[in-house]
């Protein structure tokens, strides 16, 4: 029997980063360790209902300088900025885990960029699983990811291809990552590291990949010790909608369209308010979900909120548009609700593209461009698209819920099952 009774679960990001590790947190719990969640202070109500704990993983003044900030979003500008945050909670939760942790019988759960884990692997030699929720964490010759400002063509030949990736990681990635983890570790006594995205920030002892084989099937220069779990549910509670969104959705028959740009956006891109005029003049009432202006108009077509739960709130409408994050993907493929996606940075451009392949979502080419919305639109009222959806739903609820999958492969590897 193992001596494991402790779980630290570390996440770093936006709400859709670190929600599904909260669910693997609780369900760490349930399965009687004493189990913690490390994230942003912002997300501490994530853990509440459940038995896990919380506790911040450091650096919040960060967090909202470059989640509150703009270039987060920005094709090019937001992987830096996300770094900018990524190392100043490495450096934190590096720390936190040295003054309350001791890794003879404490594991450690790591979302991607959660890379304080690694640290503690290296240094203090616990064990840690590595937690991707998007396939396009993985640098991968044979199937190249789709990356919001260039790509790699999938039918390049595999030399150029890998030629391609490592010039990527040599001249683009490897730059700011390292300019964050390297100096760190050459104050801890470590060598400097390269080929972050490639090698190093897998853990060599588990990668577990938190989405189905149908939605990104493991290549074989994937990681060797990875397993797929299939997308992760929420933790369960009985969400009741908004008053304010509730009297809204009651009091109209036209269909409902749901908008959003994410759960951490300071400001809306212009796009949410150029959807939300294209469906109300299709003859849609809106929900908006974001943050919200005194100026915004508010009237019988329209409602806007800054949060509603999404599996109380998609069973009731028609169709959502939003920026390709995957947990939001998760949850409208699981409601069999057509997608049009707007992708701006980060994982959201493969999202998109590996959804559209499926015939799951369809992708606005050009959100300044009439005709595209026009044919965005159209492709949701199409027989065959309903019956992609159905399949969706169907592969959903056949996969049941992958935040089981994750913590039995968890303590599995423990000899804890």
Known sequence: MSRIKRAVVMAVGSGGDVAPM???????????????????ERYQHFTEGTTAKFQSIGA???????????????????????????????????????????????????????????????LDGYR????????????????????????IPPAWPLFLKRWMMTAAERWATDPVIGAQVNPYRIALGLSPQKRF?????????????????????PAEDWPVNGTLAGFPNGIHRNRLLPDKLESFLRDGDAPVV??????????RPSWVERMADF???QGARVVVIGPVSHADREDKYICRITFAPFETLLGRAHLIVHHAG???MAEAMRAGLPQLL???????????????????????DSITNFADIEAAWHWTFNPNTRKALQEAKQKLSANGDGTNRIVETILADLGDT
Do not use: C
């Open 326 to 328: 995957i947990g939001t």
């Open 258 to 267: 749901v908008i959003t740009a994410g759960s951490a956006v300071a400001s």
């Open 279 to 281: 469906s109300i003049n």
């Open 197 to 217: 995205f490639s090698q190093w920030l897998h853990s060599p002892r588990r990668v577990i990949y938190a989405f189905p084989e149908w939605f990104a099937a």
């Open 128 to 151: 840690n699983t590595t937690v991707h929720l998007s396939p396009s964490i993985i640098f991968s010759a044979h199937q190249p990811s789709t990356w919001p400002s260039f790509s």
């Open 22 to 40: 909260a669910s693997v947190a609780a369900k760490l719990a349930d399965r009687g360790l004493e189990s913690k969640l490390l994230a942003p």
């Open 60 to 122: 919040d003044e960060v967090f909202s300088e470059v989640f509150d900030g703009n270039d987060i979003w920005h094709p090019l500008k937001g992987f830096g900025a996300a770094w900018h945050y990524y190392g100043a909670a490495m450096r934190s939760g590096f720390q936190i885990l040295r003054q309350g942790w001791d890794s003879t019988d404490t594991i450690l759960v790591s979302s991607s960029f959660a890379v304080a884990a690694r640290f503690a692997e290296e």
């Open 342 to 364: 707007v992708p701006m940075a980060h994982d959201q451009a493969d999202n998109a593209a590996r959804l559209q392949k499926l015939g799951f979502g369809r992708k606005i």
